[in-house]
């Protein structure tokens, strides 16, 4: 098994292709402009990727908030590569490079961060779409 950071000349074609194996649920990431937006915010976050042998099995992408704090955005395993520890390692691999950071991950799979041991810290909100307070908000802008 090796883990290491993505390179997009090497993993790219892999990687949209364990994505898209993966079906509607992942789809937002690889149908239409969405996967030109993808495949640059893969170079431009803190992604990597575990492959045995030649077939990439895994990966990993983050965003780091200025050196305060780690965001783990996707995680993903191919199933047939499921139950090797592949998904913890990949997440030991962001505590290995940013040792000083807060490691937090937005997860759709709450049951299995669970299993990891990690716990709940917060919750994740979506702004509507505009994100307009009402005017008895208070709010003043100048």
């Not at 170079?43 to 908030?65: F, H, K, P, Q, W």
């Not at 940013?98 to 937090?104: A, F, G, I, S």
């Amino acid at each position: 098994m090796e883990i290491r950071r993505y390179r997009r000349l090497d993993d790219e074609e892999k990687l949209m292709k364990l994505l898209s194996d993966e079906g509607e649920d992942w789809s937002c990431y690889t149908t239409g402009t969405a996967a030109e937006k993808y495949r640059a915010a893969l170079e431009a976050s803190i992604t990597y990727v575990a492959y045995e042998g030649e077939t990439l099995c895994g990966y990993s992408r983050s965003i780091n908030d200025c050196g305060f704090y780690i965001y783990v955005c996707d995680l993903l395993v191919a199933p047939a590569h499921r139950g090797k520890a592949i998904g913890r390692k990949l997440m030991e691999c962001i505590y290995d490079e940013y040792p000083d950071c807060v490691v937090y991950v937005m997860s759709d799979v709450d049951v299995y961060y669970t299993k990891l041991g990690y716990r709940r810290e917060g919750s994740v909100f979506e702004v509507p779409e505009g994100g307009r307070r009402t005017e008895t908000d208070g709010c003043v802008f100048s």
